[in-house]
């Protein structure tokens, strides 16, 4: 669905990413795991149009066919039918969580369908719901991640694209928006997952990528991975 | 004092208010959205004066033709405004499309003084809405009533518009951030040119009426109204469309009370609204209903 070829991202003097290839199938959950500053949030945020002046080819093979996605820009991603739920959340804190939702759904006109997805959300976050009317900012970080990714899902994309959903949740929370990602995976949506929280990520990814400094280093099954000597050691605390 | 002119300016003072507030909700919209002070807003106001001058006298369109359109050519030269000076800039530093709003605003000043000449043009009043009505003693121009009920209708529009519309909602998103709000799919500079539209045709509304209440119009007529305007919407806490109609109906009521109950000052009832700017800067400077907007980076 999603292919990466040989990604450059360059700011100003800084090389984040040099050379990653990756693919994401149809239908499956791609992680993409490293260290803060491997380059992980840099090759997402390409993909999704915020960088400029990146090299390389990005092919999203979606709803339009096969086409490219190098510089376009950000709003046009939604159309196309990727979604990205931003690193540190960025919920609109003035807006309530229903406004938060229905900007989410921004690019669409069927009015009726988007009540439903709404409904959606909420039968996934029953949280969300009970908070409906209540301003973004005064959001749990939990709830706020909750929001995040529903926020995400109600362009109804093929591929959604989650930066650090685990970023400064607790364990438990943690497990709960992951069994919801592997939940709407099921449902037929394409994940790509980054995360620095590689043994969540590992359990429930079908391919995974490991960066290090901008380079790819290591790929494999997420159950691969997980028994991979090299990357207990160094991600999963031996 | 006697109560029968203390009733007469009170209206007086609703009427000026009013004025003031819907420039000054220009003036926060855009703040709101770009961080940007469009200088070139009291300008919109002086066109939407002349406009009806020219609509009304020139095409002798009825009254009510002439202001529909007077507000839609003032509200699409504020999109063009935009989309000429300010929106090549967007990501250029903030001080740039300063310094093109203040070049604008003297390019579109000094284009009237050739186009319209600096002849101050007299405006006819429809005879209804300077007729005074006698209520007991008091006399009221029909004008101090109508002008304070068509803002407070074209306020409560836009308010349906920022807070129960799509475009509204984008509009409201974007003032926090612009990057995610793209993210989600929102086409900034379209939410952009549309908060210019919603604000210049206010200041055209405001222009037409300034010119029904004070029936001399000249290329200069925005600077003053326009700086009051931009005061008002600081104390009322920038960012805020609320605040700036509030904002503006306390500056209307401070400059035509202090007159009416200080009349020996009166020549400085241009100077009250400055010594109120440096007191809000001084005291308060996130206004009255303000939020602290943090530096955007």
């Given at each position: 669905?999603?292919?990466?070829?040989?990604?450059?991202?360059?700011?100003?003097?800084?090389?984040?990413?040099?050379?990653?290839?990756?693919?994401?199938?149809?239908?499956?959950?791609?992680?993409?795991?490293?260290?803060?500053?491997?380059?992980?949030?840099?090759?997402?945020?390409?993909?999704?149009?915020?960088?400029?002046?990146?090299e390389?080819?990005?092919?999203?093979?979606?709803?339009?066919?096969?086409?490219?996605?190098?510089?376009?820009?950000?709003?046009?991603?939604?159309?196309?039918?990727?979604?990205?739920?931003?690193?540190?959340?960025?919920?609109?804190?003035?807006?309530?969580?229903?406004?938060?939702?229905?900007?989410?759904?921004?690019?669409?006109?069927?009015?009726?369908?988007?009540?439903?997805?709404?409904?959606?959300?909420?039968?996934?976050?029953?949280?969300?719901?009970?908070?409906?009317?209540?301003?973004?900012?005064?959001?749990?970080?939990?709830?706020?991640?909750?929001?995040?990714?529903?926020?995400?899902?109600?362009?109804?994309?093929?591929?959604?694209?989650?930066?650090?959903?685990?970023?400064?949740?607790?364990?438990l929370?943690?497990?709960?928006?992951?069994?919801?990602i592997?939940?709407?995976?099921?449902?037929?949506?394409?994940?790509?997952?980054?995360?620095?929280?590689?043994?969540?990520?590992?359990?429930?990814?079908?391919?995974?990528?490991?960066?290090?400094?901008?380079?790819?280093?290591?790929?494999?099954?997420?159950?691969?991975?997980?028994?991979?000597?090299?990357?207990?050691?160094?991600?999963?605390?031996? | 004092?006697?109560?029968?002119?203390?009733?007469?300016?009170?209206?007086?003072?609703?009427t000026?208010?009013?004025?003031?507030?819907?420039?000054?909700?220009?003036?926060?919209?855009?703040?709101?959205?770009?961080?940007?002070?469009?200088?070139?807003?009291?300008?919109?106001?002086?066109?939407?004066?002349?406009?009806?001058?020219?609509?009304?006298?020139?095409?002798?369109?009825?009254?009510?033709?002439a202001?529909?359109?007077?507000?839609?050519?003032?509200?699409?030269?504020?999109?063009?405004?935009?989309?000429?000076?300010?929106?090549?800039?967007?990501?250029?530093?903030?001080?740039?499309?300063?310094?093109?709003?203040?070049?604008?605003?003297?390019?579109?000043?000094?284009?009237?003084?050739?186009?319209?000449?600096?002849?101050?043009?007299?405006?006819?009043?429809?005879?209804?809405?300077?007729?005074?009505?006698?209520?007991?003693?008091?006399?009221?121009?029909?004008?101090?009533?109508?002008?304070?009920?068509?803002?407070?209708?074209?306020?409560?529009?836009?308010l349906?518009?920022?807070?129960?519309?799509?475009?509204?909602?984008?509009?409201?998103?974007?003032?926090?951030?612009?990057?995610?709000?793209?993210?989600?799919?929102?086409?900034?500079?379209?939410?952009?040119?549309?908060?210019?539209?919603?604000?210049?045709?206010?200041?055209a509304?405001?222009?037409?009426?300034?010119?029904?209440?004070?029936?001399?119009?000249?290329?200069?007529?925005?600077?003053?109204?326009?700086?009051?305007?931009?005061?008002?919407?600081?104390?009322?806490?920038?960012?805020?469309?609320?605040?700036?109609?509030v904002?503006?109906?306390?500056?209307?009521f401070?400059?035509?009370?202090?007159?009416?109950?200080?009349?020996?000052?009166?020549g400085?009832?241009?100077?009250?609204?400055?010594?109120?700017?440096?007191a809000?800067?001084?005291?308060?400077?996130?206004?009255?209903?303000?939020?602290?907007?943090?530096?955007?980076?």
């Amino acid at each position: 669905m999603l292919e990466i070829t040989d990604l450059h991202v360059r700011y100003g003097g800084i090389h984040a990413v040099k050379g990653v290839t990756l693919s994401i199938p149809k239908g499956s959950i791609v992680t993409l795991i490293g260290a803060n500053g491997a380059g992980k949030s840099s090759a997402i945020r390409a993909v999704a149009g915020l960088v400029k002046g990146i090299e390389g080819e990005i092919i999203f093979n979606g709803r339009d066919g096969r086409t490219s996605l190098k510089g376009l820009p950000p709003e046009s991603m939604v159309r196309k039918g990727i979604a990205l739920s931003p690193e540190g959340r960025r919920i609109l804190p003035h807006l309530t969580v229903i406004e938060n939702l229905r900007l989410g759904a921004y690019s669409r006109n069927d009015a009726e369908r988007i009540e439903d997805d709404i409904e959606y959300v909420y039968s996934l976050f029953p949280r969300l719901k009970e908070r409906s009317w209540q301003k973004g900012g005064t959001l749990s970080g939990g709830e706020q991640q909750m929001l995040a990714v529903g926020r995400a899902l109600m362009s109804r994309p093929d591929l959604i694209m989650l930066d650090e959903p685990s970023l400064g949740l607790a364990p438990l929370l943690v497990r709960e928006i992951f069994e919801i990602i592997l939940q709407i995976n099921a449902e037929g949506k394409t994940v790509l997952l980054v995360e620095q929280n590689a043994f969540a990520a590992l359990k429930i990814a079908h391919y995974a990528y490991i960066l290090e400094v901008g380079r790819i280093v290591l790929q494999g099954s997420g159950q691969e991975l997980l028994t991979n000597p090299k990357v207990k050691a160094a991600y999963l605390g031996g | 004092m006697t109560s029968a002119m203390f009733i007469q300016h009170f209206f007086n003072a609703l009427t000026l208010g009013s004025l003031y507030g819907l420039i000054a909700i220009g003036y926060t919209m855009v703040y709101g959205i770009l961080r940007l002070i469009n200088f070139a807003h009291g300008d919109i106001f002086m066109m939407g004066a002349y406009f009806i001058f020219f609509g009304t006298v020139s095409f002798f369109l009825p009254w009510g033709v002439a202001a529909v359109l007077a507000i839609a050519a003032a509200s699409l030269c504020g999109v063009i405004i935009d989309r000429i000076a300010y929106q090549p800039l967007r990501n250029a530093p903030r001080i740039s499309a300063l310094i093109s709003a203040i070049g604008v605003s003297f390019l579109i000043e000094n284009l009237a003084l050739v186009i319209f000449t600096g002849l101050p043009r007299p405006v006819v009043q429809p005879e209804w809405l300077v007729k005074p009505l006698a209520f007991g003693n008091v006399r009221i121009l029909p004008l101090g009533l109508v002008v304070p009920a068509i803002s407070f209708i074209l306020v409560a529009a836009l308010l349906w518009v920022v807070y129960r519309t799509k475009p509204g909602l984008a509009m409201r998103a974007i003032s926090k951030d612009i990057e995610t709000t793209r993210l989600l799919g929102v086409k900034v500079n379209k939410i952009i040119a549309f908060t210019f539209a919603l604000g210049s045709a206010l200041a055209a509304a405001s222009g037409i009426m300034w010119a029904l209440r004070y029936p001399q119009i000249h290329p200069f007529m925005g600077v003053l109204p326009g700086f009051k305007a931009f005061i008002a919407a600081v104390f009322g806490g920038i960012g805020s469309i609320q605040g700036a109609m509030v904002g503006g109906l306390i500056l209307g009521f401070i400059e035509i009370m202090l007159v009416a109950f200080f009349p020996e000052f009166s020549g400085y009832r241009d100077a009250y609204a400055f010594i109120l700017l440096i007191a809000i800067l001084l005291v308060k400077p996130t206004g009255l209903l303000g939020e602290k907007l943090e530096e955007k980076i």
